[in-house]
């Protein structure tokens, strides 16, 4: 019997990472990474400052440096928001339900747990605060989660290379771990159980889980928790009745941090 010929698999794109801040961080970051730079080209005028120090820093790294048309570059990344910077490089790998270890061996270690953001923009400003804010790992589902694709990576501005980010395959596997370690987990709910944000303790080890941008956390995800938060809002019946999870994500975090600076 003759066998069908299996179909020739499309091999996978390199992605084109994007943005003065995210070709600069991965440049400085994972330079080993980085295939080639295409900056844009000008006929008047020159490189900024900001543009050269990303040419003088590739070409120190060995990375080829081209010249092409703000068009160009658009069709590269796929977005008009490159800044005259676009970088074809290897994706960040991510770490594991294994690399835990090494975090929850610090003192007064902090994980940001993002349940289900399917959003770039979203994701990539959490990273961005989390990197700010110095937490220590932030942990994502393998699956449903965008990843560290070029759009979270240029929303982070630099933050998706500086701050650890574990991809697990069982969130509820994982935090289970985490609290047999010591780490105390709290999640942001509204619920009627949830306490105000300023009156929790976010002393020692503990690990804070953001929901989904639409439902919030899943329940067997709240089943984990050992206190629900809320961010005590205005009580304006004509306000906005919730948070973008990013924006809740800084306020969150910025308590927690703003407790152990005390």
Do not use: W
């Amino acid at each position: 019997m003759n066998q069908k010929p299996k179909a020739n698999k499309k091999p996978k794109s390199t992605p084109h990472f994007y943005g003065i801040h995210a070709v600069h961080a991965l440049l400085t970051v994972r330079p080993q990474d980085a295939l080639a730079l295409f900056i844009q080209s000008y006929d008047d005028t020159h490189h900024n400052s900001e543009q050269q120090q990303i040419i003088d820093l590739a070409k120190s790294m060995g990375v080829s440096v081209q010249t092409a048309h703000k068009d160009r570059l658009t069709e590269l990344c796929g977005s008009s928001q490159h800044q005259g910077v676009v970088l074809s490089a290897r994706l960040r790998a991510m770490g594991g339900n294994d690399d835990l270890d090494e975090f929850l061996g610090q003192e007064n270690c902090t994980f940001l747990v993002l349940d289900q953001i399917t959003d770039p923009h979203n994701f990539g400003a959490c990273l961005r605060t989390a990197s700010a804010l110095g937490v220590s790992a932030v942990i994502t589902p393998k699956h449903q989660s965008v990843g560290l694709t070029p759009t979270v990576v240029k929303v982070s501005v630099g933050g998706a290379e500086s701050v650890a980010v574990l991809a697990v395959t069982n969130l509820a596997r994982t935090l289970d771990k985490l609290k047999n370690a010591g780490v105390f987990v709290f999640g942001t709910a509204l619920d009627e159980t949830a306490l105000p944000l300023h009156q929790c303790d976010f002393s020692g080890k503990v690990a804070v889980i953001m929901g989904s941008e639409g439902k919030g956390m899943r329940r067997l995800t709240q089943e984990y928790c050992d206190t629900l938060v809320y961010i005590p809002m205005s009580d304006n019946p004509n306000r906005p009745q919730s948070l973008n999870v990013s924006v809740a994500t800084g306020m969150v975090l910025y308590e927690v941090m703003r407790q152990r600076a005390v």
